[in-house]
Structures are given as C-alpha cells and as structure tokens.
C-alpha cells in the first residue's frame, strides 16, 4: 500500500492555486460571502498559511478579479475567418460560457468588486482597480471589433456604436443572471442583432457609416444572423 505524500508547492505555485480555488467558489456565491477559512479549507491549508501568500481578504480578491477579467477578455479574441455575424455569435456563444460558470464572480467584476472592508472602510484604491480591470476588458473587446470592422482609425460614430454595444452585452449578462428568465441562446442570437441594429440607425444618418455597412453585408451568408434580422424586420415593415 502506498501513502500519498502532500507535494510542498513553490510560492507562485501555491500562490496561483489559491487565486483558482477563490475563483471556483466565487462561482457558486458571491465573493463577499466566501471566507478566508473557506478558501484555505478548499485548498487544504491552514488559515495562517492563506495570508503568508497574500496580505489579506483583499489581496486575494483581487488577484481572483484579475485573472477573471484577463480570462473575460480572451472571450473576445476570434480567428478573421468567415462572416462578421457568424464571428460575433462565436463570440457571443464564449462570452455567456463565461458569464454562465462564472455568474457571481461576474457580477462581482462588472459592479465594482465584492464588498470587502479594510479597518472598517471600504478601500478606494480596490474599487480604483477593479474599475480598471473592468475597463480593460471592455477595450480589449473595442480593439477587437474594431479588427474584425478592419478599422484602424475609428470616425467618432462607428466608437459610439461598438462601446454603445458592449455596455449592452454587459447589462444584458447582468439581468440574464438575475433569473435567466430568456434562453441564452436567444440572447447570444439578439446581442448579435442589436449590433447590426445600432450600426443600421447610424448609417441612416451618416453616409460613412453607410459605407462601411454595405461592406459588412456584402459578405454576408444567406442564413447568417444579420441577413435573418433583415429579413424579420422587412416582414413587420409590412
């Protein structure tokens, strides 16, 4: 019979466990609910040993926060290969994959943090980062669909329509998790709609805008999910 032998695990090592043991239980609650003792006891470590690698509660969240955004960030990143609505559904598909295993993490990350108190007080320079954190990922997913538009130098119209649209797949995410009252593949399908949407009214005013959308649609399949809009909203014009 052999006994098992506990692996002694470097300080970056350990350190990066403890940062995925905080993440998996932040997908089951919310990070303000999860303890110290509860992390160290999932990681199978003493209380004490959490805080050699990390100073406090605090530290550790936002560790756990910062490889969530760096992971929420990579959902975005799509091979140029076939249509833009076909790549803007992959997208959207790997987006609510993540919002889906991740929900109170999630909502954590896109309202600010958990509510996690230093001497009493909340700490200005945790909200400070995860707002960053938040920003990041949000111009991470600006950057890439301004690839996919191959635009290098955005007219002020064309960045209100994609930062317009990800702060609506963002909020759409938040009140899907609150309930998941509409299928998600619905939502992936609609998010993907309201981007051919809000660049369709921009167009009608902006002959830009207008360009750059008949070169978009061009390429567009027969059953893709741009042309299944157009279709649906010529049939209620009439």
Do not use: C
Not at 61 to 71: F, G, I, N, S, V
Not at 73 to 83: D, I, Q, V
Not at 152 to 161: F, I, K
Not at 213 to 232: S, V, Y
């Amino acid at each position: 019979m052999t006994t098992g032998v506990r692996r002694r695990m470097g300080v970056e090592e350990r350190r990066q466990q403890l940062i995925g043991v905080a993440l998996e239980l932040f997908a089951r609650r919310s990070p303000d609910e999860v303890s110290i003792d509860e992390i160290a006891s999932a990681a199978g470590i003493s209380r004490p040993l959490v805080y050699h690698y990390f100073p406090g509660k605090l530290s550790l969240y936002e560790a756990a926060l910062k490889r969530a955004a760096q992971d929420l960030a990579s959902r975005f990143e799509e091979p140029h290969e076939g249509s833009l609505g076909g790549r803007l559904l992959r997208v959207m598909r790997r987006f609510f994959d993540f919002v889906d295993q991740h929900g109170p993490g999630f909502s954590a990350l896109m309202r600010g943090g958990p509510a996690v108190s230093v001497g009493g007080a909340h700490s200005m320079s945790h909200v400070s980062a995860t707002n960053a954190l938040v920003d990041s990922v949000r111009q991470v997913a600006y950057e890439q669909i301004l690839s996919h538009l191959r635009v290098e130098n955005p007219p002020a119209r064309l960045e209100m329509v994609v930062r317009s649209w990800i702060s609506l797949v963002e909020s759409t995410a938040l009140l899907w998790l609150d309930g998941r009252r509409v299928p998600r593949a619905e939502l992936e399908v609609k998010l993907v709609h309201d981007f051919a949407a809000l660049a369709a009214v921009s167009a009608a005013f902006d002959e830009e805008m207008t360009a750059l959308l008949r070169t978009l649609l061009k390429d567009e399949p027969n059953d893709g999910p741009f042309t299944d809009l157009a279709t649906r909203l010529i049939a209620l014009a009439s």
